[in-house]
């Protein structure tokens, strides 16, 4: 892993930071890893949390057949003339 040493750090950015990673109750560079992360978009644990979550809360009740989009889009089509 890659490790990166900020220079010239505004006093408040630091201390917001501190306080950030505080209020979470997490260190200082784990709070900045985390804001990292972030910036370049998501982990792929993360990701596959979220998908899952997804695929969970858009999943049809027990013996519901789930609808095609090819269906809905051919619906739409009719419907809009």
Do not use: C, F, W
């Not at 982990?43 to 596959?48: N, V």
């Not at 899952?52 to 809009?80: A, D, F, H, N, Y």
């Amino acid at each position: 892993m890659a490790g990166i040493k900020i220079r010239n750090l505004d006093d408040r950015v630091a201390d917001a930071l501190k306080a950030r990673a505080s209020a979470k109750g997490t260190s200082l560079e784990q709070e900045v890893r985390d804001i990292l992360t972030s910036a370049v978009g998501y982990d792929r644990e993360q990701l596959y949390r979220m998908l899952l979550e997804l695929r969970e809360k858009t999943r049809p009740p027990p013996g519901v057949k789930p609808t095609s989009s090819v269906e809905i889009i051919r619906q739409l089509r009719e419907e809009m003339g």
